[in-house]
Each structure stands twice: as structure tokens, then as C-alpha cells.
């Protein structure tokens, strides 16, 4: 129960004032300031809280637009700054979202609306809980709860990170 609270706040944190994304720090050579506009928007769009979906985004692809994972144990691969799922391509071109899998590598502001719609569609599926977070990288199988749960904790603790850097909020 607490942990759903966090995700509903965290969610509801979004309208927070202040709630730009901005300065963000990477291990790597990329940074979340060109996607800072981008990242907004979604948002905005899906209601879910810039610091969670930048915290996704850095676990993700370290914020590389370019980043592509081809080692999927099921043999799928992931594209660009959300590590959008090749499984979802063929809906994304029916639906004329994309025309190719390279769309998601060359429109990064693109990439984020999709896999922040992604996460969303997710949260409506199996309801605002970090397990359900979780199954944006694990999935929904009902063998990988502890893939879940390891993804969210992964992606707890940057979000929370961010929440201290950022807006100087600090959860016991």
C-alpha cells in the first residue's frame, strides 16, 4: 500500500511546481538536457511525472538517442532514449505512429511520447504499483514478479535521487 501511494504521488508530482526536468547527471557522455522539452510533453500528455519517466530513460539508455539493445532473451530488440520493444513496432506502424523501426532512433522526442505511452498503458493494465513499472522492462509474465520488482527498485532509488536533487523532497 505505501509503495502504491509513492507511485500515485510520484505521478501526481508531475503538477508539482517546479517540475522541469533539468540538470541532469549521467555516468555517460549524454545528459538529459536536450530531452528536457521533450520529456515535459509527455508529461503533460500521459500525466505521469518528468523525474519518473527521466529516471526510466537514464536506466534505460543512459539518455543515448542512438542506444540499441539486440540481446533480448527473447530475441526482440529495444530502440533508443525509452528502449522502445521491437514488439511493439507493428502496432506503432499500423497505427502511423512510425514508418520504421529507425523513426524511434532519428525522433527522439518521439521515442520518449511512445515509451512514455507505453508506461502509461502499462499503469492502466495492472494499476499504479512499482511491480507495474516494472513490467515496462520485464513484462507482464506472471514468472518475472522478481524481474519486475528488481527493474523497480533499480528505478526507485533514481527516482528518488532525482526528487532530492531536483526538488529538494526527501522520502523516509
Avoid at 538517442?65 to 511493439?88: E, F, I, T
Wanted: proline share 3%.
Amino acid at each position: 500500500m505505501a509503495n502504491m501511494l509513492l507511485l500515485i504521488t510520484a505521478i501526481l508530482l508531475a503538477y508539482f511546481p517546479g517540475n522541469s526536468v533539468a540538470q541532469g547527471k549521467s555516468p555517460a557522455k549524454y545528459t538529459v538536457q536536450p530531452w528536457v522539452a521533450c520529456i515535459n510533453a509527455a508529461s503533460v500528455k500521459y500525466f505521469i511525472d518528468t523525474l519518473l519517466i527521466e529516471a526510466v530513460m537514464e536506466q534505460e539508455s543512459s539518455f543515448n538517442p542512438h542506444a540499441v539493445n539486440r540481446s533480448n532473451s527473447d530475441g526482440s530488440a529495444d530502440y533508443g532514449l525509452m528502449m522502445v520493444n521491437s514488439g511493439n513496432i507493428p502496432k506503432l506502424i499500423r497505427e502511423g505512429i512510425i514508418s520504421t523501426e529507425q523513426d524511434l532512433l532519428d525522433k527522439p522526442c518521439l521515442n520518449i511520447q511512445i515509451g512514455t505511452r507505453l508506461l502509461a498503458s502499462h499503469f492502466q493494465v495492472c494499476g499504479i504499483t512499482w511491480n507495474c513499472l516494472g513490467s515496462y522492462n520485464a513484462g507482464f509474465g506472471d514468472k518475472r514478479h522478481r524481474l519486475r520488482e528488481n527493474y523497480a527498485d533499480i528505478i526507485w532509488k533514481r527516482y528518488e535521487r532525482l526528487l532530492r536533487e531536483r526538488r529538494g523532497i526527501v522520502l523516509k
